[in-house]
């Protein structure tokens, strides 16, 4: 006989146990309606999970676990595993806060259902301390709750049992990272299937990452499938930051047979109840409906890319209660992308393009700007900065009085001070300004490669609400330009020129269009750049050019072969633009990231919380220098 | 027979393994020079502790580990104890990154002395994940090692045997939070005695907190009387960053007899070879000096604040090579106390007063702007907003067509967006350009109370380098000026006027001096924002409400008695006041602080890395709404 379990694919909004808690008992009454037997709910799906230092509030906990109560209270007829924070409020964690669990409560007809050994809940037992999680910050883990209940740590992982129809099934409950088994040195399924788990039922709150789900998969139908067990995954959806990070959570729950493959799976970003039968004694599991068994594939990642970016945008935009956008729009193509997907989201009426023009600026940019803002039907405005920009200059003339000398002098101003002036001219003045009055939030459009090497200038094109594009290099900007025209407005709203002109910020007569651009090569610094940021083992200026001694950079940073010899004459050339950049990369840049607006995260280490990293001056290794030199000495000799 | 012990009291560079270990070998020589038997060393001296994730870059691991190699070189007639990363290249940390512990070495002869059980280092058992720490995201501790090297955790925390002087020394070792001992499970300094240790010795990297210290003297001069042991404490000094946090290492190594009483101390921000003799057999440790036997105690806050801002802020200036400062002189007392800090490190013409007035700007404090700068003999100019502000009032109503109406339309613009406008003039266009045009940073003087609660400017008067005074209530800034006159410069710098006008921001007409001023309230938003922020149990709304209902609020927040009956004539004032600044507290500020510079960290908890948050709407608990209902019910019935 199949018994129905469903899993509650909510929007979780982190900070609002009293919003969360409203939304799961809907949830459970929907279920409840649909005659399901077990219900799960995700991780933290009470307080939310990304809500920072707020633990540390007692009164917070105590909201948290007075909502835990009124969904117990909710649970007749129906099993419900929901996570809540847990605290056990006659101890203290190892920072003397009160001790906390991130855990998960079994509840049925208005009781907890004792989930063994006398505990009243499973807590987490994998704590993640990498990228943007700081659990053990907060959480105690399961072997903390056993020690301080005395139980013995052999019978701390044990299934829950849960009586539906009649009968007794022994629930593994995991959360989240319990069930991400690669390098931690136990593993929760084995133990719990050890135990005498039947199912597995992993409670999430993961958000969305690029080529994460396709790990998933494997991992999770692996373990499925090695352990013989069904193994279920309920994630939540919605948007949770961690400051400066936002965080797009992609639901995707699903379930996997004991043969490892997906039985049945929820949709990306959208709240689902997916309720499924399972047969314990035919292992069968059975989607409801054939709608149910697609899972998202990530073959075009531009359409990924796309799917999340809106989400996370739209949603953030919902939190903060922005409903318009004011956007600088230079003719390049990182503000084009920006102002279609400002427009796809909130309608173009409330998208305001300014093109603000100074001297060096070509009419070739400047028709662009207008062409797109036409192409989208968006509100556009043109503000001439060149007198504003003259007027700063000859104020910062003014004579200074130096009270020690008693006498007066004049600063001086070079071409890069005027540039910066520009810059800021138009983003802290005409962009912030327009901000106020057209009631809307200011986009920061710089791409991952310009956040890398802090090539934008503070409190100039560096301003805004947050960057909807920060976590994506210059390639997949282009592409998502390509997909955006193609798929999503089905026409060319984004001129195909601003595809093919180079990239330029026009602040000087060197870097207009036609002239000169960017000093960044993009199919290469993209490449280098992204091997500093997000090889897991981070590349260094060693590894970079013992790969190029070696003649297997290319291979190693995955861009076009070639491209290397092409670009450096010279190994003298090569390391100048590897210290050059590497320099920037984690001097200059790391201040500017600091007073950066929020990134919208997509890869596995976008520049935030993800990337913890102190103002240091910048170092190359002893290695590196030894390497050089011989090159170098290479070089002279032949 | 006495033997002699040192602490090697370093200054450390983060991320800077190359420099450390030159000013290591120097401190060696000086004590090998000195006939040192036993030389300390700091935690992590060679790589520094706040490199952020660094450490994920095996290149520097690698670098670490031969300047480690060069310091046991170095140990030839010394024992030498030292901090450094130890890595352990078969095995991976739960995250996937290579395995590293937190280590000290033992080194003589130019040879490492095994620590017990066959291993090479001593691990740091207790790795804090509170405040800025993140100790967890990197290391794995003493006892992830012993398993991995299949040793009982009986034997683990067995001291080091060391001969000096032909006699063996049995050596605990500790790792900074290993000495922490409050509400960790175990201790280690009593598994230390417990296992033969005759000395115990904590190699700290230890940053700088109000109070922080006399609490140290407190837990590890008990710690010594308990176990009837000689307790040496060996920190650094320097400045390191956790991007968001700047920290300054007071140093203030010192050695506690088994009577738990100092015995020799070294000073605070000093570099310092700390010598002292120790007898086991009758248990006497004698400083070289009297000098050193001295301890730095903290009757006089201002003093304490003052020395550690201007070494914090000595230290952040030269690491980051800037040489000038830039500061909006307004004639309020931050800006003015900001500027006497800056004059005092760098001198009076390497800093640049600029006075920005508006038609909103009194005489008076233009007099006084022009009052500081002579006194303190600083650079000083005037530059008007007025006719900028208008010019971009006026550019702001330019025509802004709607491609969707294909109509055109003006914006509008109320009070608060002109005020704003004002301010951003001010940053961004004017301190910004002469920070580039005079070569300096810009100091953003904003306090604690501001930061708190976002008043402030986007891109505005939030601006600069860093925020020196950012841990600082207002009540604590007028405090270091009169300390500034009085001590630092021994005449009245800073004007008495300043001390006495209403804060003011000047920026409507509502706000000038003599008409209004600031809507903060120190003499209660200081404290209740502090409540917030600073109670390790934070404080909530339901918690103030509880107090204000006990008659006990005051006191709980340590204002003085009466102030709040005397702001407020209802309960319901109360309650709109209270709500009003939570919601700015947990709302829009931290939108602002998230893209706010650096703060020089002083207090227990500053807002950056030290004190996490998301981006969320405010919350008030059901508890709390109950209670405020309640108290409203009483006012309307009463």
């Not at 006659?90 to 505990?119: E, M, S």
């Not at 104020?395 to 800021?424: C, M, W």
């Not at 060197?510 to 993209?526: M, N």
């Amino acid at each position: 006989m199949a018994i129905k379990i469903a899993c509650g694919q909510l929007e979780i909004i982190s900070g609002r146990p009293d919003l969360n808690t409203q939304n799961i008992l809907r949830m459970i009454s929907r279920a409840r309606n649909e005659d399901v037997d077990l219900l799960l709910l995700p991780e933290l799906a009470v307080p939310g999970y990304l809500v920072g230092d707020l633990w540390e509030q007692s009164d917070f906990l105590k909201d948290c676990e007075t909502f835990g109560q009124q969904i117990i209270g909710a649970s007749q007829g129906i099993t419900v595993v929901f996570g809540n924070v847990a605290v056990d409020w006659r101890r203290k964690n190892r920072d003397g806060h009160v001790r906390k669990y991130n855990a998960a409560f079994v509840a049925r007809d208005g009781k907890l259902i004792p989930t063994g050994q006398g505990l009243d809940f499973v807590a987490k037992t994998m704590l993640p301390s990498y990228r943007q999680f700081d659990d053990p910050r907060y959480f105690s883990g399961q072997e903390t709750l056993m020690k301080d209940r005395r139980i013995s740590l052999k019978n701390g992982w044990g299934p829950v049992p849960v009586t539906i129809q009649g009968k007794e099934y022994r629930i593994g409950i995991l959360i989240c990272e319990d069930g991400w088994t690669e390098n931690y040195p136990v593993s929760v399924p084995a133990l719990l299937k050890q135990d005498g788990a039947e199912i597995l039922c992993n409670i999430s709150s993961s958000p969305f990452t690029l080529e994460k789900n396709q790990k998933r998969h494997r991992i999770f139908g692996q373990q499925a499938k090695d352990l013989h067990l069904p193994l279920v995954y309920c994630n939540q959806t919605g948007v949770q930051n961690t400051g400066k990070n936002i965080f797009a959570f992609d639901g995707q729950s699903c379930v996997y047979g004991p043969d490892g493959m997906v039985k049945a799976a929820a949709p990306m970003f959208e709240e689902k109840l997916l309720i499924f039968s399972w047969d314990r004694e035919n292992e069968k599991i059975r989607a409801r409906s054939a709608e149910d068994e697609m899972i998202v594939t990530e073959d075009d990642e531009a359409e990924i890319v796309y799917r999340t970016i809106r989400y996370g945008t739209e949603q953030f935009l919902k939190q903060t209660g922005i409903r318009r956008m004011v956007l600088g729009a230079s003719g390049g193509i990182d503000s084009a992308v920006a102002a279609a997907l400002f427009t796809d989201i909130l309608g173009p009426q409330q998208v305001l393009l300014v093109n603000m023009p100074s001297r060096y600026n070509s009419e070739l940019t400047k028709n662009l700007a207008q062409q797109l803002a036409e192409n989208l039907k968006c509100c556009y405005t043109i503000v001439p900065i060149n007198e504003s920009v003259s007027n700063t200059v000859e104020q910062l003339y003014t004579p200074i009085h130096n009270y020690s000398s008693n006498r007066d002098f004049k600063v001086e101003l070079n071409g890069l001070i005027y540039e910066n002036i520009q810059a800021r001219d138009r983003g802290s003045r005409i962009l912030a300004g327009f901000s106020a009055a057209f009631k809307g939030g200011v986009s920061c459009n710089a791409n991952k490669a310009e956040i890398a090497v802090g090539y934008g200038t503070f409190y100039g094109d560096l301003i805004g609400l947050f960057c909807p594009l920060g976590d994506l290099w210059k390639y997949q900007v282009y592409a998502l330009g390509r997909y955006i025209n193609e798929k999503v407005f089905k026409t060319e709203v984004i001129p195909e020129k601003i595809f093919s002109i180079r990239p330029s910020a026009e602040l000087s007569e060197e870097q207009t269009v036609g002239t000169g651009g960017d000093p960044l090569i993009y199919e290469y610094h993209d490449y280098l750049l992204r091997s500093f940021v997000e090889n897991w083992d981070k590349a260094s200026p060693a590894e970079i050019i013992r790969h190029y001694m070696n003649h297997s950079l290319e291979k190693f940073l995955g861009c076009v072969d070639g491209t290397v010899a092409r670009i450096f004459p010279s190994h003298k050339a090569f390391c100048q633009d590897l210290e050059y950049w590497y320099s920037l990369f984690t001097g200059l840049a790391v201040a500017k990231r600091i007073q950066a607006p929020p990134i919208l995260s997509l890869s596995r280490r976008a520049f935030g919380t993800d990337f913890r990293e102190s103002q240091m001056t910048s170092y190359f290794s002893t290695e590196y220098k030894v390497m050089k030199e011989k090159l170098l000495l290479q070089e002279r000799l032949f």
